[in-house]
Protein backbone atom coordinates (compact mmCIF):
# COMPACT_ATOMS: atom_id res chain seq x y z
CA UNK A 1 0.00 0.00 0.00
CA UNK A 2 0.84 3.51 -0.74
CA UNK A 3 1.79 6.22 1.28
CA UNK A 4 -0.91 7.82 -0.36
CA UNK A 5 -3.74 5.54 -0.11
CA UNK A 6 -2.51 4.77 3.34
CA UNK A 7 -3.06 8.27 4.56
CA UNK A 8 -6.31 9.28 2.23
CA UNK A 9 -9.23 9.33 4.43
CA UNK A 10 -6.56 10.88 6.85
CA UNK A 11 -5.40 9.14 10.29
CA UNK A 12 -6.69 9.92 13.92
CA UNK A 13 -4.58 11.69 16.21
CA UNK A 14 -4.43 13.58 18.55
CA UNK A 15 -1.34 14.64 20.97
CA UNK A 16 -1.87 13.56 24.61
CA UNK A 17 1.13 15.66 26.11
CA UNK A 18 2.68 12.17 27.25
CA UNK A 19 6.13 13.23 26.24
CA UNK A 20 6.80 9.40 25.15
CA UNK A 21 7.66 10.14 21.49
CA UNK A 22 10.23 12.01 23.34
CA UNK A 23 12.16 9.09 25.22
CA UNK A 24 14.43 7.00 23.22
CA UNK A 25 12.48 3.75 21.34
CA UNK A 26 15.47 1.78 19.99
CA UNK A 27 16.14 2.97 16.14
CA UNK A 28 13.79 6.51 17.02
CA UNK A 29 16.21 8.03 19.66
CA UNK A 30 17.74 10.81 16.78
CA UNK A 31 16.24 14.44 16.71
CA UNK A 32 17.99 15.84 13.42
CA UNK A 33 18.09 19.51 13.10
CA UNK A 34 17.51 21.72 10.71
CA UNK A 35 19.28 25.19 10.01
CA UNK A 36 15.78 26.78 11.24
CA UNK A 37 15.71 24.39 14.46
CA UNK A 38 18.97 25.81 15.34
CA UNK A 39 18.00 29.37 14.81
CA UNK A 40 14.44 28.99 16.87
CA UNK A 41 15.74 27.18 19.77
CA UNK A 42 18.57 29.02 20.48
CA UNK A 43 16.45 32.08 20.43
CA UNK A 44 14.02 30.56 22.46
CA UNK A 45 16.82 29.79 25.28
CA UNK A 46 18.43 33.40 24.50
CA UNK A 47 21.67 31.77 23.28
CA UNK A 48 23.49 32.06 20.39
CA UNK A 49 23.13 29.95 17.84
CA UNK A 50 27.02 28.75 18.00
CA UNK A 51 26.59 28.52 22.09
CA UNK A 52 23.27 26.27 21.38
CA UNK A 53 25.00 23.99 19.28
CA UNK A 54 27.69 23.85 21.47
CA UNK A 55 25.47 22.98 24.68
CA UNK A 56 22.76 20.90 23.45
CA UNK A 57 23.74 19.22 20.07
CA UNK A 58 26.24 16.55 18.96
CA UNK A 59 26.91 15.34 14.91
CA UNK A 60 26.27 11.77 14.07
CA UNK A 61 27.38 10.67 10.73
CA UNK A 62 28.28 14.25 9.78
CA UNK A 63 24.12 15.27 10.89
CA UNK A 64 23.55 17.73 13.61
CA UNK A 65 21.44 16.26 16.61
CA UNK A 66 20.34 17.22 19.66
CA UNK A 67 21.97 15.37 22.45
CA UNK A 68 19.86 13.47 25.10
CA UNK A 69 20.21 12.53 28.54
CA UNK A 70 20.36 9.00 28.25
CA UNK A 71 16.92 7.96 28.30
CA UNK A 72 15.62 10.85 26.32
CA UNK A 73 15.43 14.48 24.89
CA UNK A 74 17.65 17.07 27.10
CA UNK A 75 14.45 18.95 27.03
CA UNK A 76 12.27 17.13 28.04
CA UNK A 77 10.73 17.96 31.99
CA UNK A 78 9.52 16.15 34.83
CA UNK A 79 6.70 16.26 33.71
CA UNK A 80 7.04 15.16 30.26
CA UNK A 81 6.53 18.70 28.38
CA UNK A 82 9.18 20.26 26.31
CA UNK A 83 10.74 22.98 27.39
CA UNK A 84 11.16 24.56 23.92
CA UNK A 85 8.16 23.29 22.68
CA UNK A 86 7.39 26.68 21.16
CA UNK A 87 10.67 26.22 19.18
CA UNK A 88 10.49 22.33 18.87
CA UNK A 89 12.50 20.81 15.78
CA UNK A 90 10.98 19.75 12.09
CA UNK A 91 11.36 16.14 13.33
CA UNK A 92 9.26 16.69 16.41
CA UNK A 93 6.68 19.02 14.86
CA UNK A 94 5.89 16.53 12.38
CA UNK A 95 5.63 13.21 14.28
CA UNK A 96 4.01 10.70 13.76
CA UNK A 97 3.73 11.85 10.37
CA UNK A 98 6.75 10.90 9.03
CA UNK A 99 6.85 8.73 5.67
CA UNK A 100 8.67 6.15 7.59
CA UNK A 101 5.35 6.09 9.56
CA UNK A 102 2.78 5.87 6.91
CA UNK A 103 1.95 1.94 6.08
CA UNK A 104 -0.08 0.02 8.05
CA UNK A 105 1.86 -2.01 10.07
CA UNK A 106 4.47 0.60 11.33
CA UNK A 107 1.33 2.95 12.17
CA UNK A 108 -0.56 0.28 13.87
CA UNK A 109 1.80 -2.12 15.09
CA UNK A 110 4.69 0.49 16.26
CA UNK A 111 3.79 3.75 16.76
CA UNK A 112 0.64 2.90 18.15
CA UNK A 113 2.10 0.75 20.97
CA UNK A 114 4.21 3.90 22.45
CA UNK A 115 2.00 6.86 21.27
CA UNK A 116 -1.27 6.83 22.88
CA UNK A 117 -2.70 9.67 20.58
CA UNK A 118 -2.58 7.34 17.65
CA UNK A 119 -6.15 6.84 16.69
CA UNK A 120 -7.57 9.35 18.98
CA UNK A 121 -9.57 12.72 18.06
CA UNK A 122 -10.25 13.49 14.48
CA UNK A 123 -8.83 12.45 11.27
CA UNK A 124 -5.74 14.53 10.19
CA UNK A 125 -6.57 15.41 6.89
CA UNK A 126 -4.40 14.00 3.91
CA UNK A 127 -4.00 17.36 2.73
CA UNK A 128 -2.29 18.04 6.39
CA UNK A 129 -0.18 15.06 6.21
CA UNK A 130 0.77 16.10 3.25
CA UNK A 131 1.96 19.39 4.39
CA UNK A 132 4.29 17.72 6.82
CA UNK A 133 5.70 15.13 4.49
CA UNK A 134 6.64 18.43 2.20
CA UNK A 135 7.78 20.21 5.29
CA UNK A 136 10.19 17.61 5.91
CA UNK A 137 10.95 16.69 2.39
CA UNK A 138 12.38 20.59 2.19
CA UNK A 139 13.89 20.53 5.55
CA UNK A 140 11.76 23.63 6.17
CA UNK A 141 8.24 24.93 7.40
CA UNK A 142 6.62 28.05 8.25
CA UNK A 143 7.28 30.15 10.90
CA UNK A 144 4.57 31.98 12.81
CA UNK A 145 4.76 35.84 12.82
CA UNK A 146 5.65 37.04 16.34
CA UNK A 147 3.08 38.96 18.28
Known amino acids: MSVQDFIATG ?3 ECTACGKCCVNHGDYA ?3 LTGQDIAR ?3 KLDLSSKEFLKRYTRRVHGERVLQDRGDGCVFLD ?6 IYEARPLQCRTFPFWKENLNPHTWKKVIARDCPGVGCGKPV ?3 RIEMFLE ?8 VPEKT
Open 41 to 43: AAE
Open 125 to 127: SQS
Open 78 to 83: PDGLCR
Open 30 to 32: LVF
Open 11 to 13: LRF
Open 135 to 142: WDRKGHYP
